[in-house]
């Protein structure tokens, strides 16, 4: 090593998969504030400047220690000039005026209120605001056609918006392995999203369900809905025949079993201080399941509150890969598969991992196998929170 006067200065790679990237970090003074800035560009539909904000964020969380001048940003990838610019204001006057204005601004704050909403995207929230909505309560006063989703988002606005805790999540994972055990033995039920990644709270709670023998998942979702439906534990459900067949960055996908791979977005009611009763097993189902909502009479009270839940299953042979791609963060997920195309000429989704140049899929029965498969050092779940 040759000799130097200076400390080592910090390297930082630019792919958020290179890096270890830990829940807690130095820097939330300037990675929140840079935050509001990505989010305020999706609501004005500017996705490049808000993965762009949102990568200099991620930078910074990854530094070992605070951002206290201009010098600790030296030789630090990803930070274009806007984001320089904010972070120096900050440093200097201990906030960004831009931030500030965007945080007040009518848009930002209604924005964010409207797509709060669960069901509610940027496009329909954009619309309403422009018809002068401001508030979830608005989308009732003013008589807006809302589909089932956004009725289920509206009626449990409050409990949606309150971060689910770990416990919480616990005691879902408990009812889900009743409903899952119940209809087929043997299934593996794994807590993916943030609290895999170590959070303490969620906006949800993210499970994803496997068989070790192949073709055993095949048609779970509709009797575990059926079977959690009948004990009363369902408010709303709505499940999809994924695919990433309709995303424009996934288009990876293994020759067949295609059409199993299933995921449902659910709100479930959750009883306050006590996990889900009842032990009655029901095999019989409907198999034409479809969006609805159950209870739209019910209203969360003393006793229980709602809770988003998303079900995946997948077919054993795509585990690693639907574990990987479930665990996040969004920000880790979509810096793999930049880097699985850019850096790999390969390509990189839930369900499979191909190979451009070798014209196959590559196999995996780990996430450890995945990564090596990329060229990348194994970043376990704890450090993904890009
Ligand atoms: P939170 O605590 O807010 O729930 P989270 O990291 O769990 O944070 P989620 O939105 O639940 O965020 O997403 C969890 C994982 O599931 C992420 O890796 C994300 O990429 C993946 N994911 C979420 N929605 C979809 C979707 N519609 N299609 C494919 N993958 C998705
Ligand atoms: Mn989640
Ligand atoms: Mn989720």
Redesign the pocket.
Known sequence: PKPSADPPATTVKSYACQRRTPLKHHNTFLTDALEILAENAEFNENEGRSVAFRRSASVLKALPHVVRGMDDLKNLPCLGEHSVRVIKEILEDGTSSEVESTRQSEQYQAMKALTGVFGVGVKSADRWFREGLRRPLDLIHTGQKLNLAQQAGVQYYNDLNRPVTKREAVAISHIVEKAVNAVLSGAIITL???FRRG?EV???V?FLITHLEEGAEEGLMPKVLNWLEEQGLLLYQKTTRNSYLESKDGPARPPHNLDRFERCFSIFKLEKGKEGSGTSLNTSYDSGTTEGITGTTEQPGPSWRAVRV?LVVSPFSQFAFATL??????LF?RELRRWAGQEKGMSLS?HALYDSKQQRYLRANSEEEIFAHLGLEYIPPSERNA
């Open positions: 993916m999203g943030g959070k969620g906006h949800d993210d998303d791609g479930w665990t996040g963060s969004k997920e839930s």
